[in-house]
């Protein structure tokens, strides 16, 4: 059971591979039910989101080696991490996300939060010297 600080390599999983909650919450939805095929509908459904926003969710998630195509030709996919390595990962979020859950959020939500923050701050007005 995980306790305490979140371990450095999972921090810096999280922040480099996990881009909202949404997608947090559909990959954990997807690794507890891994032998089952998932489609926007399903996600939307489950996660209280638009199904537009569940497709492109599913489509990002496999583009970043999350999920594969459960059946050619469709748009169904299964939890189906490209390695070992990110199955252990995204394990160890599960662990951490059990225990620690407002840990693991607050660093989800902080990253999005500090993305806003930059962008706003590209566009602030500075008085010329």
Known sequence: MMRGPLPDELTR???????????????????????SAWDGKRVAQR??????????????????????????GTEQYCYQ???DELRAMVDQLAEAYSTNLMDVTHLVHSKTSTRAQQF??????????
């Open 81 to 83: 991490p490209v390695s």
């Open 47 to 72: 996660l209280y989101i638009g199904e537009k926003t569940a497709d492109d969710l599913l489509s990002s998630l496999h583009a970043a080696g999350f999920l594969a195509i459960a059946a050619s």
């Open 120 to 129: 706003a701050d590209a566009f602030k007005w500075r008085k010329e010297p």
């Open 13 to 35: 999983f999280i922040l480099t591979s996990i881009a909202s909650i949404p997608h947090l919450e559909a990959i954990l939805l997807m690794r507890n039910e891994d032998s």
